[in-house]
């Protein structure tokens, strides 16, 4: 490959990663595609590092040290490590890991790497890159691990940050052997409290009173962790202190202390205080600097943010135009830099100025292709998948984009013109005006069709723009701006298109375009037909170039077809030759094209066979691009290898990994118009790679070809000159410039076609319409005729397969309405059959009820599944095993007592038998004899079998009262037909008696009879019956028999006369008086009264006494049957209130039996609740077990490795020793090297010999940060080293040789001095190491001594456990039945059946506590008590204080206004003043010794009075400990004091309560009355005082006179 020439990259654009890094103050660095962008943001220059590898993964970079690691993306990957700005290669680092690295990170204060591995085995690993080491690593620690970040001040100190959770990794190391300690931080809640953690096991002192109950025991009464939803971190930092700024999803930042693991909430939005800007967006970004917080959040907001405490205060705001996804400080702590995953980065400098600065944008996504304007400033074009247009200019700077809003396959720019043509998904070609590269316009858009465009090309003279899709249509489309982008035509190859290309022979004024075809059946994305077209270059304008429907004329195309041996993925024409790429042979193929084709059809096939065939790529397919001089031919793939090759000789080539062949490797390749540079778009990487060819040994081919191209240049640029200025005129595209853009030419077409056929289509429409008015009118005569003559509705169709085709589609759907209908009525039946055989079938006794006729009373009884076998089977065991049980222990009792005791121990069991048993099942005659007593259930077996019992005994219960339900059910059946029959001889009454009533008929609900509820009746269905043929014809049937039964039954003559004469009735039917009438005589209708005759008189007389006697017949018999009537009526009310009176009964044992059902199952739930409880017992001491089995194996380990770590030490301990005794050996014998020196320089030597250059001393006293200095002596030690031996050349200078010392001399000073320093720095190393080991070994002795303190943890709570499990066992849970109510007594040994017996532990602990809160309640009077005196006492001195004020006040007063008397005139006057003190001083000392006198009398006194006084104080203080001891008996009398004198008091003593407030009242007022009088006198006295001192002159008045 060398020999050909190479490929380098010249520059790259994309944005794909969220990973930006500083690797200097000035430079970032991202991964784009298969390469290493670095982005200078001062000058906004870009240089680029391509990977060693095929994809590049995780990315990492320390701008301190300008050091920056990525990870490669294949099998067993490898990470590289280089140094900027060399941009070399340091070390390349080979782990473990399996398929790819997820996360990065490097130490500022060290060589330290660290990364985390995915999966299988999520490996944390640091490296020490420098020596290419594993120090430590970790497996299965970072499986939900987003990124890592170094402690920047502790090199030892790894935070990974997890999806869920934080991590911090501390590395302890002693000399070579380095651990990895994790410390996990819990996160508070989503509320923003914290989990409380699990509290100590042993058994709490409970200072409440018991709780009767199941009470769970201490060891699972423990505070739980809390199971609230936990915070979501997003993003960490770290602080200058080491601690941890923690940025959450919900809008939280947290504090974390990794050393305590404490958190503390610095903002939490769900507060109302919180502050809204910050509420409104999360903390999604952190960084910090010595000055402030740089916070990003969801809405795109930057906020400065000033910390103090808990206290924040946003100090700066700015607005970003996108989501920013990472943000971080320059080295310098001068810069912020903000990125996005959308190809934005900004720039801040907030010391300098508040705005920011964008110095990156390429946006982000998916390039569809990318092409080479033809122009002379090479301009490239770019698009991408969602439509946006990018320029760039030749260095890789973006120009200029626009968004076209639509979803973009394909690109091809004109050489005629400044536009780009793109296609789209949606079947339309845009033309993109790019005159000014700033703003790039759509101009024109032409919709082609409606699938995607899948290919775009032009001819190389422009002529043409020729599209390729999937549905095998090829347009030709006129590329001249002046002719409107006009679609000439289009032409139909035999398949989907997957390969288009074109050469333009100028010479021939031919434009010949080769097509690869899929083949019809378009299922694969290779294709074995070639079809290769020419084109006129000029004249396809004419009316014979296509036809009517757009389609390309044969006279003016020209079809050559071919076939080639094996499918081809892809293939360029060339100059009468074909390259292709075969992906299932993985070659490279060479055709040459036949010259003579005149003679065959444009159907006919001619196979080719490949002239060369070379090895292609190994990943396809594989796109092919000739150069424009046809010299070179360029491939790519899927494996992301860009190969140049020449045309003439395959072979050789040369490659360059341009892209991942993990995303997809190449999309679309093109070159340049000097045929010297290459552009590539990704597939699935997103970025744009633009390459340098440079091939050796062609300059005189290339410039041949250069010649010769020269006149095409000048043709083009020529009309290049002509049709710019018209693309620059065109106006802006728009969705109002579609309306009217249609083909004229197809508009003609249609019209002309309309036209022609115009007569035809009308005489149609008036044959159909007459023909519409015969068939009406044949339909009205039919309907006319009789039956015998009406024709059928399907007979009179004239159309007879088209009815047929309609009937057949509507019965296919309306079979596909009824399949859908079938199966939903289908699936509701199987849903009915599974709850109806779950919920009613598997029932032996259904669920019904019963309710009264008059009350509101509904018992219900107790639905019963058959008992299992296996219920059955372990119920006989049980009763069995109690049995076997009973009899043993019957055998083994003694028969001591007599028969009276037992007599009595049987009326004791049975009158307890309520009580102790706890419930009435005994007692309602359904106990089981087997049950076990309360007091002798003990193991878990026993348990299990009572808990067996019991639900025997709840079984017998329900069981029970169900015969009696149903006792009472068919008692309530019955007097439903007793009422029903009632009512029917009730009706019969009142239709003799012509009376309407409403008749009071119960009947049974749905839920005394539920059977009723699984039966539909037909009234209750709405919708008509739905009938199939099979059933109307049933139906027909059914109908034709009840016909010929009635007509038979018709013909039948006695039975007609029987029913004519006697109703039906064989026998005489009783005469109903009640319809009786008398006939009145003939002559009282036609005659008057006076016209009778006496026998017509007597005749009416008789009338008269039988219509009196009739009536009297028909009152009594009326009144008997609404006796009767009644009668019936109160037979069914007393009936049916009897019925509700056993109703009633049967509730009351329905409750009892609740009741009793309800204790069972109580007591069930106490054993089960015991028995559950054991189990946790059970796996609790298993647990702890487990624990302390691993806690012992873990202190082994500890006290192997503190052995193995002592050896060590001692060992080391041994070496350190020899080195510092030979570094003290250099000291003395230093003399002895220079023995024959004068001793006078020897000295001055040895002074020379003991002074240090100033690095190493600031070197070693540099304290300010003592881990930094641990870190720095693996890694920057060797720097010091340096440093220090250019210091000691430098002192080694012989300009640095003493006066008179002989160079010789000076030269072996030297070098003893240079052994001594390496002595003294390796004892430095040497004691820094063993100070590291000490302290691992302090830290594995610690560790030790913790897991034997909790080894002595978990052997106490075992302990503990083990005690309460036997108290558990031992402690009994007893059900016992009480009445209401509870009565306190002191003897427990009285006979009260109807008591609660408490033990005396309760009302002891009753007894404490009332004792302890009346204790502090007095304890609280005291205080308040002695502070109120305390109060008084300071207010008393106060006053004290004032009053003296006041004297000292007065006596300065008087003092000023001193009068001189003649005594003091004359002391003053009187100059003999010896005798005068003399005398005084004998006055003086009588004086004191009359007050010593005094003065020992009354010490003597008040002695005395302090002794009565103590005594007094004694005795008040036995009588206080006496009223102490008394006092809560005092207390509580004088409570049950109050209470008597509260329930006894009458109205009268209220009257007097009332008479002694009114007194209290009045004696307050006047005291308050009598104070402000003394406060007024007070004033008056002060105010008389000042008037008198007023009227006496004082001495400094007077002086004045």
């Given at each position: 490959?060398?020999?050909?020439?190479?490929?380098?990259?010249?520059?790259?654009?994309?944005?794909?990663?969220?990973?930006?890094?500083f690797?200097?103050?000035?430079t970032?660095?991202?991964?784009?595609?298969?390469?290493?962008c670095?982005?200078?943001?001062d000058?906004?220059?870009?240089?680029?590092?391509q990977?060693?590898?095929?994809?590049?993964?995780?990315?990492t970079?320390s701008?301190?040290?300008?050091?920056?690691?990525?990870?490669?993306?294949?099998?067993?990957?490898?990470?590289?490590?280089?140094?900027?700005?060399?941009?070399?290669?340091?070390?390349?680092?080979?782990g473990?890991?399996?398929?790819?690295?997820t996360s990065?990170?490097?130490?500022?204060?060290?060589?330290?790497?660290?990364?985390?591995?995915?999966?299988?085995?999520?490996?944390?690993?640091?490296?020490?890159?420098?020596?290419?080491?594993?120090?430590?690593?970790?497996?299965?620690?970072?499986?939900?691990v987003v990124?890592?970040?170094?402690?920047?001040?502790?090199?030892?100190?790894?935070?990974a940050?997890?999806?869920?959770?934080?991590?911090?990794?501390?590395?302890?190391?002693?000399?070579?052997?380095?651990?990895?300690?994790?410390?996990?931080?819990?996160?508070?809640?989503?509320?923003?409290?914290?989990?409380?953690?699990?509290?100590?096991t042993?058994?709490?002192?409970?200072?409440?009173?018991?709780y009767?109950?199941?009470?769970?025991?201490?060891?699972?009464?423990?505070?739980?962790?809390?199971?609230?939803?936990?915070?979501?971190?997003?993003?960490?930092?770290?602080t200058?202190?080491?601690?941890?700024?923690?940025?959450?999803?919900?809008?939280?930042?947290?504090?974390?202390?990794?050393?305590?693991?404490?958190?503390s909430?610095?903002?939490?939005?769900?507060?109302?205080?919180?502050?809204?800007d910050?509420?409104q967006s999360?903390?999604q970004?952190l960084?910090?600097?010595k000055n402030?917080?740089?916070?990003?959040?969801?809405?795109?907001?930057?906020?400065?943010?000033?910390?103090?405490?808990?206290?924040i205060?946003i100090?700066?705001?700015?607005?970003?135009?996108?989501p920013?996804?990472?943000?971080?400080y320059?080295?310098?702590?001068?810069?912020?830099?903000?990125s996005?995953?959308?190809?934005q980065?900004?720039?801040?400098?907030?010391?300098?100025?508040?705005?920011?600065?964008?110095?990156?944008?390429v946006?982000c996504g998916?390039?569809?292709?990318?092409?080479?304007?033809?122009?002379?400033?090479n301009?490239c074009?770019?698009v991408?998948?969602s439509?946006?247009?990018?320029?760039?200019?030749?260095d890789?700077m973006?120009?200029g984009?626009?968004?076209?809003q639509?979803e973009?396959?394909?690109?091809?720019?004109?050489?005629?013109?400044?536009?780009?043509?793109?296609?789209?998904?949606?079947?339309?070609?845009l033309?993109?005006?790019l005159?000014?590269?700033?703003?790039p316009?759509?101009?024109?858009?032409?919709?082609?069709c409606?699938?995607?465009?899948d290919?775009?090309?032009?001819?190389?003279?422009?002529?043409?723009?020729?599209?390729?899709?999937?549905?095998?249509?090829?347009f030709?489309?006129?590329a001249?701006?002046?002719?409107?982008?006009?679609?000439?035509g289009?032409?139909v190859?035999?398949?989907?298109?997957?390969?288009?290309?074109?050469?333009?022979?100028?010479?021939c004024?031919?434009?010949?375009?080769?097509?690869?075809?899929?083949?019809?059946?378009?299922?694969?994305?290779?294709?074995?037909?070639l079809?290769?077209?020419?084109?006129?270059?000029?004249?396809?304008?004419g009316?014979?170039?296509?036809?009517?429907?757009?389609?390309?004329?044969?006279h003016?195309?020209?079809?050559?077809?071919?076939e080639v041996?094996?499918?081809?993925t892809?293939?360029?024409?060339?100059?009468?030759?074909?390259?292709?790429?075969?992906?299932?042979r993985?070659?490279?193929?060479?055709?040459?094209l036949?010259?003579?084709?005149?003679?065959?059809?444009?159907?006919q096939?001619?196979?080719?066979?490949?002239?060369?065939?070379?090895k292609?790529?190994?990943?396809?397919p594989?796109?092919?691009?000739?150069?424009?001089?046809?010299l070179?031919?360029?491939?790519?793939?899927?494996?992301g290898?860009?190969?140049?090759?020449?045309?003439s000789?395959?072979e050789?080539?040369?490659?360059?990994?341009?892209?991942?062949c993990?995303?997809?490797?190449?999309?679309?390749?093109t070159?340049?118009?000097?045929?010297?540079?290459?552009?590539?778009?990704?597939?699935e990487?997103?970025?744009?790679?633009?390459?340098?060819?440079?091939?050796k040994g062609?300059?005189?081919?290339?410039?041949?070809?250069?010649?010769?191209?020269?006149?095409?240049?000048h043709?083009?640029?020529?009309?290049?000159?002509?049709?710019?200025?018209?693309?620059?005129?065109?106006?802006?595209?728009?969705?109002?410039?579609?309306?009217?853009?249609?083909?004229?030419?197809?508009?003609?077409?249609?019209?002309?076609e309309?036209?022609?056929?115009?007569?035809?289509?009308?005489?149609?429409?008036?044959t159909?319409?007459?023909?519409?008015?015969?068939?009406?009118?044949m339909?009205?005569?039919?309907e006319?005729v009789?039956?015998?003559?009406?024709?059928?509705?399907?007979?009179?169709?004239?159309?007879?397969?088209?009815?047929r085709?309609?009937d057949a589609?509507?019965?296919q759907?309306?079979?596909?309405?009824?399949?859908?209908?079938?199966?939903?009525i289908?699936?509701?039946?199987?849903?009915?059959d599974v709850?109806?055989?779950q919920?009613?079938?598997?029932?032996?006794?259904?669920?019904?009820?019963?309710k009264?006729?008059?009350?509101?009373?509904?018992?219900?009884?107790?639905?019963?599944?058959?008992?299992t076998e296996?219920?059955v089977?372990?119920?006989?065991?049980v009763?069995n095993?109690?049995?076997i049980?009973?009899?043993?222990?019957?055998?083994g009792?003694?028969?001591?007592?007599?028969?009276?005791?037992e007599?009595?121990?049987?009326?004791?069991l049975t009158?307890?038998?309520?009580?102790?048993?706890?419930?009435?099942?005994?007692?309602?005659?359904?106990?089981?004899?087997?049950?076990?007593?309360?007091?002798?259930?003990?193991?878990?077996?026993?348990?299990?079998?009572?808990i067996?019992?019991?639900?025997?005994?709840?079984?017998?219960?329900?069981?029970?009262?169900?015969?009696?339900f149903d006792?009472?059910?068919?008692q309530?059946?019955?007097?439903?037909?007793?009422v029903?029959?009632?009512?029917?001889?009730?009706?019969e009454?009142?239709?003799?008696?012509?009376?309407?009533?409403e008749?009071?008929?119960?009947?049974?609900?749905?839920?005394?009879?539920?059977?009723?509820?699984?039966?539909?009746?037909d009234?209750?269905?709405?919708?008509?019956?739905?009938?199939?043929p099979e059933?109307?014809?049933?139906?027909?049937?059914?109908?034709?028999?009840?016909?010929?039964?009635?007509?038979?039954?018709?013909?039948?003559?006695?039975?007609?006369?029987?029913?004519?004469?006697?109703?039906?009735?064989?026998?005489?039917?009783?005469e109903?008086?009640?319809?009786?009438?008398i006939?009145?005589?003939?002559?009282?209708?036609?005659?008057?009264?006076?016209?009778?005759?006496?026998?017509?008189?007597?005749v009416?007389?008789?009338?008269e006494?039988?219509?009196?006697?009739?009536s009297e017949?028909k009152?009594?018999?009326?009144?008997?049957?609404e006796?009767?009537?009644k009668r019936?009526?109160?037979?069914?009310?007393d009936?049916?209130?009897g019925?509700?009176?056993?109703?009633t009964?049967?509730?009351e044992?329905?409750?009892?039996?609740?009741?009793?059902?309800?204790?069972?199952?109580?007591?069930?739930?106490?054993l089960v609740?015991?028995?559950?409880?054991?189990?946790e017992?059970?796996?609790?001491?298993?647990?702890?077990?487990?624990?302390?089995g691993?806690?012992?194996a873990?202190?082994?380990?500890?006290e192997?490795?503190?052995?193995?770590?002592?050896e060590?030490?001692e060992?080391?301990?041994?070496?350190?020793?020899?080195?510092?005794?030979?570094?003290?050996?250099?000291?003395?014998?230093f003399?002895?090297?220079?023995?024959?020196?004068?001793?006078?320089?020897?000295?001055?030597?040895?002074?020379?010999?003991?002074?240090?250059?100033?690095?190493?001393?600031?070197?070693?006293?540099?304290?300010?940060?003592?881990?930094?200095?641990?870190?720095?002596?693996?890694s920057?030690a060797?720097?010091a080293?340096d440093?220090?031996?250019?210091?000691?050349?430098?002192q080694?200078?012989?300009?640095?040789?003493?006066?008179?010392l002989?160079?010789?001399?000076?030269?072996?000073f030297?070098?003893?001095?240079?052994?001594?320093?390496?002595?003294?720095?390796?004892?430095?190393?040497?004691s820094?190491?063993?100070?590291?080991?000490?302290?691992?070994?302090?830290e594995?002795?610690?560790?030790?001594?913790?897991?034997?303190?909790?080894?002595?943890?978990?052997?106490?709570?075992?302990?503990s456990?083990?005690?309460?499990?036997?108290r558990?066992?031992m402690d009994?849970?007893?059900?016992v039945?009480?009445?209401?109510?509870?009565?306190?007594?002191?003897d427990?040994?009285?006979?009260?059946?109807?008591?609660?017996?408490?033990h005396?532990g309760?009302?002891?602990?009753?007894?404490?506590?009332?004792?302890m809160l009346?204790?502090?309640?007095?304890?609280?009077?005291?205080?308040?008590?002695?502070?109120?005196?305390?109060?008084?006492?300071?207010?008393?001195k106060?006053?004290i204080?004032?009053?003296?004020?006041?004297?000292?006040?007065?006596?300065?007063?008087?003092?000023?206004?001193?009068?001189?008397?003649?005594?003091?005139?004359?002391?003053?006057?009187?100059?003999?003043?010896?005798?005068?003190?003399?005398?005084?001083?004998?006055?003086l000392e009588?004086?004191?010794?009359?007050?010593?006198?005094?003065?020992?009398?009354?010490?003597?006194?008040?002695?005395?009075?302090?002794?009565?006084?103590?005594?007094?104080?004694?005795?008040?203080?036995?009588?206080?400990?006496?009223s102490?001891?008394?006092?809560p008996?005092?207390?509580v009398?004088?409570a049950?004091?109050?209470?008597?004198?509260?329930?006894?008091?009458s109205?009268e003593?209220?009257a007097?309560?009332?008479?002694?407030?009114?007194e209290?009242v009045?004696r307050k007022?006047?005291?308050d009355?009598?104070?402000?009088?003394?406060?007024d006198?007070?004033?008056?006295?002060?105010?008389?005082?000042r008037?008198?001192?007023?009227?006496f002159?004082?001495?400094?008045?007077?002086?004045?006179?």
């Amino acid at each position: 490959m060398d020999d050909i020439g190479g490929l380098e990259v010249r520059w790259i654009q994309g944005f794909t990663n969220k990973t930006v890094e500083f690797v200097d103050n000035e430079t970032v660095c991202y991964a784009c595609g298969n390469h290493i962008c670095f982005l200078r943001l001062d000058t906004k220059l870009q240089s680029v590092l391509q990977g060693p590898g095929r994809a590049i993964g995780a990315l990492t970079a320390s701008g301190k040290s300008g050091i920056f690691a990525f990870s490669e993306q294949k099998l067993s990957p490898s990470i590289f490590v280089y140094v900027y700005p060399e941009l070399q290669l340091k070390n390349e680092l080979k782990g473990t890991a399996q398929l790819d690295y997820t996360s990065l990170t490097l130490s500022d204060g060290g060589p330290y790497l660290g990364c985390c591995s995915s999966l299988p085995d999520h490996t944390i690993t640091v490296w020490n890159w420098e020596t290419a080491e594993q120090i430590c690593t970790r497996p299965q620690a970072g499986k939900d691990v987003v990124s890592l970040v170094f402690n920047p001040l502790s090199c030892l100190q790894l935070c990974a940050l997890g999806s869920t959770s934080i991590t911090v990794w501390n590395i302890e190391r002693s000399a070579s052997l380095h651990v990895l300690k994790p410390s996990v931080i819990e996160l508070p809640a989503t509320d923003g409290s914290f989990a409380e953690r699990l509290g100590p096991t042993s058994y709490p002192v409970r200072a409440k009173p018991p709780y009767f109950g199941p009470e769970l025991p201490p060891v699972f009464t423990q505070t739980k962790l809390s199971t609230k939803a936990r915070l979501t971190p997003s993003t960490i930092c770290w602080t200058s202190t080491s601690k941890l700024l923690v940025g959450c999803a919900e809008g939280f930042l947290l504090l974390i202390d990794p050393v305590s693991r404490s958190v503390s909430v610095l903002f939490n939005p769900t507060t109302p205080d919180a502050d809204p800007d910050l509420r409104q967006s999360s903390f999604q970004v952190l960084t910090l600097n010595k000055n402030s917080l740089i916070t990003v959040g969801k809405d795109s907001v930057v906020h400065s943010l000033q910390i103090n405490g808990t206290q924040i205060n946003i100090t700066h705001t700015w607005q970003l135009e996108g989501p920013a996804t990472t943000a971080m400080y320059s080295p310098d702590c001068e810069t912020v830099l903000l990125s996005s995953n959308t190809g934005q980065i900004y720039v801040l400098n907030p010391t300098r100025t508040n705005k920011i600065v964008k110095v990156l944008d390429v946006l982000c996504g998916k390039f569809a292709a990318a092409a080479w304007a033809r122009t002379d400033k090479n301009i490239c074009v770019s698009v991408r998948d969602s439509g946006e247009l990018q320029l760039w200019s030749v260095d890789g700077m973006r120009l200029g984009s626009v968004s076209l809003q639509a979803e973009v396959t394909s690109l091809a720019c004109c050489p005629i013109a400044q536009y780009a043509a793109v296609g789209t998904t949606s079947g339309n070609v845009l033309f993109v005006d790019l005159s000014r590269e700033q703003e790039p316009r759509l101009v024109h858009q032409v919709h082609l069709c409606n699938t995607p465009v899948d290919h775009l090309v032009f001819d190389q003279e422009g002529n043409y723009l020729l599209t390729g899709a999937s549905d095998s249509r090829i347009f030709v489309i006129d590329a001249k701006p002046s002719k409107k982008f006009s679609v000439l035509g289009c032409t139909v190859v035999p398949g989907p298109i997957l390969s288009l290309s074109t050469q333009c022979i100028r010479d021939c004024e031919k434009v010949t375009v080769l097509a690869l075809c899929a083949g019809q059946e378009g299922k694969h994305r290779d294709g074995r037909l070639l079809t290769l077209l020419s084109l006129p270059a000029k004249d396809l304008t004419g009316p014979d170039c296509v036809d009517r429907h757009g389609c390309l004329s044969s006279h003016v195309l020209q079809v050559s077809r071919y076939e080639v041996p094996h499918p081809l993925t892809s293939c360029v024409l060339g100059v009468s030759e074909v390259f292709a790429h075969c992906q299932r042979r993985k070659t490279l193929q060479r055709f040459r094209l036949p010259q003579d084709t005149a003679g065959l059809g444009s159907q006919q096939v001619v196979r080719l066979n490949p002239e060369q065939e070379v090895k292609g790529h190994p990943l396809g397919p594989a796109c092919l691009v000739l150069s424009p001089h046809q010299l070179w031919l360029a491939s790519a793939g899927r494996d992301g290898l860009l190969r140049i090759r020449e045309t003439s000789s395959m072979e050789r080539y040369t490659e360059l990994q341009c892209h991942p062949c993990r995303l997809g490797g190449v999309r679309s390749l093109t070159f340049s118009t000097d045929s010297l540079t290459l552009l590539t778009a990704g597939c699935e990487d997103g970025s744009l790679v633009c390459t340098n060819l440079r091939i050796k040994g062609v300059e005189a081919e290339m410039n041949k070809v250069t010649q010769n191209g020269q006149p095409m240049a000048h043709f083009l640029k020529d009309i290049f000159n002509t049709e710019n200025p018209v693309l620059t005129d065109l106006p802006r595209w728009s969705q109002e410039s579609c309306v009217g853009s249609e083909n004229p030419e197809e508009s003609e077409v249609m019209k002309e076609e309309n036209e022609k056929c115009s007569e035809t289509k009308e005489n149609l429409r008036k044959t159909i319409q007459e023909l519409r008015g015969t068939i009406q009118e044949m339909l009205r005569e039919n309907e006319n005729v009789p039956a015998a003559e009406r024709l059928a509705q399907h007979e009179l169709n004239l159309d007879v397969e088209g009815q047929r085709g309609l009937d057949a589609m509507v019965e296919q759907e309306a079979t596909r309405v009824r399949e859908e209908i079938e199966w939903e009525i289908l699936a509701k039946r199987f849903l009915r059959d599974v709850l109806k055989r779950q919920c009613w079938d598997s029932l032996k006794v259904k669920s019904r009820s019963v309710k009264g006729f008059h009350c509101e009373h509904e018992v219900k009884n107790y639905p019963l599944k058959e008992r299992t076998e296996k219920e059955v089977e372990e119920l006989q065991r049980v009763q069995n095993m109690r049995k076997i049980e009973m009899a043993a222990s019957t055998c083994g009792l003694k028969k001591t007592s007599s028969a009276r005791e037992e007599e009595q121990e049987e009326e004791d069991l049975t009158a307890e038998s309520g009580v102790v048993t706890g419930s009435f099942s005994a007692q309602l005659g359904y106990s089981n004899p087997y049950i076990y007593d309360q007091f002798i259930v003990r193991t878990t077996e026993q348990k299990v079998n009572q808990i067996i019992l019991l639900q025997d005994v709840i079984h017998r219960i329900k069981t029970a009262f169900n015969a009696e339900f149903d006792a009472v059910h068919r008692q309530k059946v019955q007097e439903l037909n007793h009422v029903r029959e009632r009512n029917r001889h009730i009706r019969e009454i009142l239709l003799e008696l012509d009376m309407r009533q409403e008749l009071w008929e119960p009947s049974l609900t749905n839920s005394e009879w539920p059977e009723r509820l699984f039966t539909v009746d037909d009234s209750e269905i709405k919708a008509e019956k739905y009938l199939t043929p099979e059933q109307r014809e049933e139906e027909e049937r059914k109908e034709l028999e009840e016909q010929k039964h009635l007509a038979a039954k018709g013909d039948n003559f006695m039975k007609k006369g029987l029913d004519d004469m006697m109703d039906g009735l064989l026998e005489v039917k009783k005469e109903d008086i009640l319809k009786i009438e008398i006939t009145q005589p003939e002559f009282a209708l036609t005659k008057p009264d006076s016209h009778w005759s006496e026998e017509e008189k007597k005749v009416y007389k008789q009338y008269e006494k039988k219509t009196k006697d009739l009536s009297e017949k028909k009152e009594k018999y009326k009144k008997l049957r609404e006796t009767e009537m009644k009668r019936l009526q109160v037979s069914t009310k007393d009936a049916t209130k009897g019925f509700d009176e056993t109703l009633t009964k049967l509730f009351e044992k329905k409750v009892k039996c609740e009741m009793t059902i309800y204790q069972e199952k109580l007591k069930i739930t106490y054993l089960v609740y015991s028995v559950i409880l054991e189990e946790e017992m059970r796996n609790q001491e298993l647990d702890l077990k487990l624990k302390l089995g691993k806690t012992l194996a873990y202190r082994d380990e500890r006290e192997e490795e503190v052995k193995r770590h002592e050896e060590e030490v001692e060992l080391f301990l041994e070496t350190y020793d020899t080195i510092v005794a030979e570094d003290k050996l250099l000291d003395k014998e230093f003399r002895k090297e220079f023995f024959d020196v004068p001793a006078n320089v020897v000295d001055h030597l040895y002074k020379l010999f003991k002074r240090r250059p100033r690095v190493q001393k600031l070197r070693t006293d540099n304290k300010l940060n003592l881990f930094k200095e641990q870190s720095l002596w693996g890694s920057l030690a060797p720097d010091a080293t340096d440093k220090m031996s250019k210091a000691m050349e430098e002192q080694d200078a012989p300009e640095n040789t003493p006066e008179g010392l002989n160079p010789s001399v000076w030269k072996r000073f030297c070098l003893v001095r240079r052994v001594k320093i390496e002595s003294e720095h390796k004892v430095n190393i040497n004691s820094l190491t063993l100070a590291e080991m000490q302290k691992s070994i302090q830290e594995r002795r610690a560790e030790k001594e913790a897991a034997q303190q909790e080894i002595n943890n978990l052997s106490d709570e075992l302990e503990s456990l083990h005690k309460e499990k036997n108290r558990f066992l031992m402690d009994i849970m007893v059900q016992v039945i009480v009445k209401q109510g509870q009565v306190y007594t002191t003897d427990e040994t009285a006979d009260f059946p109807e008591y609660v017996l408490l033990h005396k532990g309760v009302v002891e602990d009753l007894n404490k506590t009332i004792r302890m809160l009346g204790g502090q309640n007095i304890a609280s009077m005291v205080q308040r008590k002695d502070f109120r005196k305390n109060t008084f006492l300071l207010e008393w001195k106060h006053k004290i204080m004032t009053m003296q004020i006041e004297d000292l006040n007065n006596k300065a007063r008087d003092i000023q206004r001193l009068h001189l008397s003649e005594e003091r005139q004359d002391y003053l006057n009187k100059r003999d003043l010896n005798s005068r003190v003399s005398q005084q001083v004998s006055v003086l000392e009588k004086t004191i010794a009359f007050q010593e006198k005094a003065h020992l009398h009354n010490v003597q006194r008040y002695k005395n009075k302090i002794k009565e006084l103590k005594k007094q104080a004694a005795m008040k203080a036995e009588k206080n400990a006496v009223s102490e001891q008394q006092l809560p008996n005092m207390q509580v009398t004088v409570a049950e004091r109050r209470h008597i004198d509260e329930a006894i008091a009458s109205e009268e003593n209220q009257a007097a309560t009332e008479g002694r407030h009114r007194e209290i009242v009045l004696r307050k007022n006047l005291e308050d009355f009598a104070r402000a009088q003394a406060e007024d006198l007070v004033v008056l006295w002060a105010e008389l005082e000042r008037l008198r001192m007023k009227n006496f002159p004082s001495l400094d008045q007077l002086k004045h006179y």
